[in-house]
């Protein structure tokens, strides 16, 4: 049996190597800002990427090993130890961790050592100070709930209060000393907080970023019929093992201390540490499906149903990477080798709006060359006065609009301004009222 | 004993009934369309015997060719008889059932928890405070009666379990069920799935439970078979062609990566999720969905339960799991909630509070259970303390969120500005004039008209053949009286005479006076022009 999970990982690992080799995503900033200390042409760039990527590959597997080792000191159960990895390796979760940010990969890795090493309470605690230097320094994330603690922010949201209130024409006879039981600073700081904790518990986001009515920006973390395992596998822990459930509970808590720190703008990336032990729920509840003789047909369709999952979500990764991956390095993806392709020595203007252009810059030559100008345009706010290359959103040509509508005739406003070299629609909206098409326009 | 617990009810409702009623007529500021037509078609069965279409006590109105049930508008007769056709009158229904469904909360705690009984009494009245009981108290809404009868019907059906005997709570359960089927569409589906869980539960299954099941399901279905024998087919299915999960979001899989057989994957995705929605705390203590953001149900602040009861109802989640295998009490509160989520799965809502509003009360009862675990465990000494320092400024947040801060926020969109302030001007300008042009940009604007005037239903009724047929959605405005719907466009219209307008669009007060027109501007619940009525 130990076999066929090496199995079933060496080729769920292959298969993830094999889609990030055709999607040839480019580099996220976390990546560059290692590539660009060592590049100096646009070939190293991408050997460095590529290095980097493996390296970070290697770092997951890494703490798969750990994690492993950590479930089965847990669970004295090989076997759940086993399922719960390969639920890891299986995500897209995983595979994003290794493909595109490199400093996930690193916390995981030291985080389960120290929950592996550091025994009890000791190891939660440096796991927890560890998650919020990540946040804190490496991600430089601003906590919201910090907000309640600053109380000029929460006495303005008590005026707005009753200032909105007050703006009612027929207005609602309320005695203020009963308002004031709750309009008051202190509620709202308590208010402040605790919708902070309440965002923890999102079923959407750990099972049904497939499914996601919001689409939001997210990686899939767990695949929707795993939810059904994990109802299942809680239910088991929780009537035959309450030394598991006890400490699960507890990893969960450091895994929500990861999540208040966190303000990552993918949903599943705040949920990263939590990710790591909900997987144990489903792993439990799989093996004791498969260890019921007459649960067999059950645990085979469970099987299929699972295999599927994987197969049509791999699929859809390579089908839509713009949906799943951040655009802003799509963008520029398309930006640096398009301006390449023209034939006119000239000073490129090049968008400042999504930031992070020069860095970009230096992954696509090299070294960055002179003649790039990273102040950004605006076209219709100053027309242009200088003779070059322009690289932007295309209200940065035509102007801003509303909900980013763009239309037809704005295009011929800028093929009237420049002569377009190419144009590119970007899913999703990265740069507000800018619109979502990116344009490379030359002026003589 | 019995007078204390008579005393202690009695106060529950009297405090329940007066948070939900004390300003009912401004906050909400005015009736959205729904109410409205709960509301008119009241009036017009208490005048007529009809509905505004001309059908003789029909069981379902047809109103927005959306075939609501009728139930709730039955009860608001003598509302509407007493006091008028007015925001009072139309939302006294579910003020009523807010009221009295805090009572039913207090015996189904007490079937669930041991202790003593000031304890539940406090359990009950934080149940009463939660937000989306306040709110969907303060609102006509037909669910929220169906909620109030699926509850007895639960409770009644719990207690003859318990008591493992007692013809009497059984008869009333069936009853309970019925009123709530022919309160709301989704009882209609929640109901039976319900009933079919418990007379059928794995755990506990035999013949004579079996045969009671048949039984029970035999006298509901004998029960909606006038709803089954006066609808058509068509019109039973109406409202499931307007909402099912097929209709919108086939093909279900991505444009670029659909290849047929991963349709079914997805759309399976999407149902168990639509169910798992009502289980995520996320949903029940904090998300707002946009669609539920632009409509009547929107609880600013808050999702449905209050944040602290959210917190709990994750230890509640894990009570239940620990023992749902032995305890058949704990087994028939989750399939409670599985027929109040059914709906929800064939329907394209992700999180839809409206339609799964009979799952509620079970949320808060596994929320109390989470608490009083905490209770029990660790502060089983000083709980009043700490309960009373939490609940008092909670209930003063809630009860000012929902009757004040939820009126600024709420006015507009569904909630129109202009209508309640504006109709009866309109309505006395309305006999002098020859025409009245109606131009809204508020969808099924007649029915604000017809509200807020009391228009003769007998004048309405003769219009039921001209207007839009079922089947037709969007805007279903028609001509009536002397009203006339047509776009406003002064320059092109200032010359007709013995003429009134009413428009929500943005017009040149200085135009208009130039060309002889007289205006009255109308002002939304905060004091913003929303409307103007313009004679000439």
Redesign the interface.
Known sequence: MRYLYFVIGFFLVASQVFIAIINRYPPTIEQLLFVNLLTKTITTSWILLWTLRLLTLVTMILSLRIYFLLLCKLTKNRDVAYVSSLIILASPLFFSTWYLYPTYAVFSLLALVILFFVANKKGLIMVCILSIFFNLVIKQSHPKFFEAFNASVMTSQVTD?FQ??D????K???PLW??R???NKY?FSY?TI??E????????TW??D??H??SQKSMVMFY?PE??LA?YG??VI??NNQFLAKKLGMYLLVGFVFFVFSNDLQASYRQFLSWWFLSVVIGVGIVSISSYAFMKYIYSLVMAILF??VL?NY??LV??QD?WFDNRPIAYGYLFPTIKTVNYKSTVYMTSLIGHAAEYCKFYYGVCPAYYNFDGFNISKKPLARNGIYAGFIGEFAGTRMENNFNDSDIKMIISNVKVVGIYKLRDSIAYLYGENIVVGVKK | MKIKLTLGLLVLIVLSFLVRFYAISKSPPSVNFDEAALGYNAYSLLKTGKDEYGRSWPLSLRSFNDFKPALYSYFSIPFVSWFGLNETSTRMVSVISGSLRVIVYFFLLRLFLKGESKKIWLYTLILSLQPWELHFSRTAFESNLSCLFFTIGAVLLLYYKEKKSGGIYLFFSILAFLLSIYSYHSARLGVPIFVFLVFFDPFTLSLKSIKKGVWVLFWLLLGVAPLLYSTRTDTILERFNQENIFKHYYPFASKESDIGINRYYYLAGMMVGHVASYFSPINIGYEVYHWVRLSPQYIPSFSMLGWEETIFVIIGFFMVLRKFRDDYKIRILVYWIIAGSAPSAVTWNWFHPLRALNLMPVLGVFAIMGLDYIIETRYKKIYLFLVLVWLIPTGSFRVTNELSYSVWKNHGEYQPGGFKQGAALLGSLANEAKTVYLDSSQAQSYIFFLFYQSYPPVLIQKYASVRPAVGVEGDLSFNFGNYVYRKFDWPAQHNEENVVYWTSREVKDDEIKKSGGMIFSVANAVSKRAAVIIKK
């Open positions: 209060r909105n209130e703006s009612i024409t027929e609602i006879a309320i009963f308002k039981l709750s309009y509620y208010k605790i919708n904790v309440l965002q923890f518990p999102d079923l959407e099972f049904f497939e499914v009515p919001l929707w939810l059904l109802v809680g239910a929780l009537r599927l999952s049509f699929y859809d089908k839509r949906f």
